[in-house]
């Protein structure tokens, strides 16, 4: 039997103990998003530091989805051996450590093996602290997920924000460093917390893991697959509006580069709000109708911000999508994790990490062989779909 489970046998943790955790989990989502959103905008000054062109740039951040997509998987194995809290403050550690060794690099092949090492840390806490919530939700019996990724969300808002404050003064290296005294810091604080033990799951999913196989079944691993189809799908969204929604506002519709910029706070903003208000709506509606609902504002949204003629029906375009998708990833996550625990996460969690890689290029083709705004429509394809698929798992969500 796991180890992870063992710990589930002892009576139920007091309420107290549940919140403390929570709010560890809470912090170490944010970090994740504030070094991440920390990093990001740093991309251009490091860039210039390595004397990359365009090409060898790209090829070096591939470093980073490597890193990451390769550890997903291994992180899952990894929770079901030491237990998932465990696991979550050592990649915090690594990440923090990663974060500060891209600024030492002096070409793009140094760049992408240092990238390599951040990918896989990051990879490994979002696999690591989505089952830990996973285990929390099941003790908490609420719907909680979206407040986890709320404040992935804030984090990373708050980290590009404070990037762009001190691009200007100070340098990329003293910046990152910064950041890992940050992510050490708090992980110093939040880690204990987590490292204290782990909270239980009802009497009747404790007699269910005593007896249950080791390898999933078939129709169980299929859910887990449909759930990260779920995930991709609105991450290919999150990824395509990043990289393409400030270059078809002032491309396609004339707009400042500043009004441009405003398209994906927009989104982001949007997003933030959804998953703050998500445990109400989970609770009100439910998984399915959440995820049906979701899917077809998102989807009504990103044809109006991919097709409207004028820069404010576009921005609200984008606004609404950003309501829409906000809460797909995180059920579709938890989902994945109540039916195979940690390895269930890794595999929705990759195939989510997967659609946000695809999300970038696949627009860049479309675009190249019609125009962007018609690409940006496969956002919308995207959403539909995952509201049927939403639809369509009803009955696994009843069992």
């Known amino acids: 039997m796991p180890l992870i489970n063992k710990s589930r046998i002892h009576s139920a943790v007091p309420g107290r103990d549940l919140t403390r955790l929570r709010i560890a989990l809470t912090t170490f989502f944010a970090l994740d998003g504030f070094v991440f959103a920390g990093w990001v905008v740093r991309i251009p000054a490091i860039k210039e530091q390595t004397g990359s062109s365009a090409s060898t740039l790209g090829l070096a951040l591939l470093g980073v989805s490597a890193g990451a997509v390769v550890t997903m998987t291994l992180t899952g194995r990894l929770c079901r051996r030491f237990g998932s809290h465990p696991v979550t403050v050592v990649c915090a550690v690594l990440l923090s450590l990663s974060v500060a060794l891209p600024p030492l690099t002096h070409s ?3 760049l992408g093996a240092v990238l390599l090492f951040f990918g896989a840390a990051y990879g490994g806490i979002n696999v690591a602290f989505n089952s830990a919530a996973v285990d929390l939700i ?5 719907p909680v ?3 986890f990724h709320a404040a992935y969300s804030l984090g990373g808002m708050v980290g590009a924000g404070l990037g762009a404050l001190v691009a200007g003064s100070l340098s990329p290296t003293r910046h990152l460093l910064g950041l890992a005294l940050v992510g050490l810091l708090v992980t110093a604080l ?6 204290r033990g782990s909270p239980p799951a009802p009497q009747e999913q404790v007699r269910h893991d005593r007896h249950a196989p080791r390898r999933l079944d078939g129709r169980t691993r299929r859910l887990v697959i449909v759930f990260g189809l779920i995930a991709l799908c609105t991450a290919y969204g999150e990824g395509a509006l990043a990289d ?4 078809h506002l002032e491309q396609d519709l004339d707009a400042s580069p500043g009004a441009a910029a405003v398209g994906y706070s927009c989104f982001a903003l949007a997003m933030t709000v959804g998953r703050l208000t998500g445990t109400s709506l989970l609770e009100r509606l439910g998984r399915t109708r959440t995820v ?3 899917g077809s504002i998102a989807a009504a949204g990103m044809l109006l911000g991919a097709l409207a003629n004028s820069l404010w029906a576009a921005l609200l375009g984008f606004g609404v999508a950003g309501l829409g998708l906000a809460n797909l990833f995180p059920v579709a996550i938890e989902r994945a994790g109540a039916l195979a625990g940690p390895s269930g996460v890794a595999v929705a969690s990759t195939l989510g990490y997967g659609g946000m890689l695809l999300g970038p290029p696949a627009i860049g083709f479309m675009a190249d062989w019609i125009s962007l705004p018609v690409a940006l429509t496969s956002v919308a394809v995207l959403a539909a779909v ?7 798992t009803r009955r696994a969500e009843s069992r």
Do not use: I
């Open 108 to 110: 793009a092949a140094a």
């Open 138 to 142: 099941t003790a908490l019996r609420r």
């Open 145 to 147: 997920m979206p407040s």
């Open 190 to 195: 939040a880690g204990p917390t987590l490292l």
């Open 244 to 247: 393409w929604g400030a270059l």
């Open 292 to 294: 049906v609902m979701g």
């Open 386 to 392: 995952a509201a049927v698929v939403g639809f369509a």
